[in-house]
């Protein structure tokens, strides 16, 4: 379960999250290799784009080229 981030807990609650839902790898082929939008990602991946959008931007802090994707942090609500 996804939590609202209002706080620096929830939302690292949040990243890990995202870790554990979504293949790193995966993620990274269907944006690098095929061009995938974040719609598109978020479709073949079969979860929610705010899910997707934290992932990328924890793979962004981590050094990762990718764009960044907008969140809602009240997505849950």
């Given at each position: 379960?996804?939590?609202?981030m209002v706080t620096k807990p929830e939302y690292?609650?949040?990243?890990?999250?995202?870790?554990?839902?979504?293949?790193?790898?995966?993620?990274?082929?269907?944006?690098?290799?095929?061009?995938?939008?974040?719609?598109?990602t978020t479709r073949a991946m079969h979860t929610?784009?705010?899910?997707?959008?934290?992932?990328?931007?924890?793979?962004?802090?981590?050094?990762?080229?990718?764009?960044?994707?907008?969140?809602?942090?009240?997505?849950?609500?």
């Amino acid at each position: 379960m996804l939590y609202d981030m209002v706080t620096k807990p929830e939302y690292e609650a949040n990243i890990v999250a995202s870790e554990i839902l979504l293949d790193t790898d995966e993620l990274l082929e269907l944006v690098r290799d095929y061009g995938y939008t974040a719609e598109q990602t978020t479709r073949a991946m079969h979860t929610d784009i705010n899910l997707v959008a934290l992932k990328i931007s924890h793979l962004i802090q981590l050094g990762y080229d990718l764009r960044p994707i907008d969140h809602r942090s009240d997505f849950l609500k």
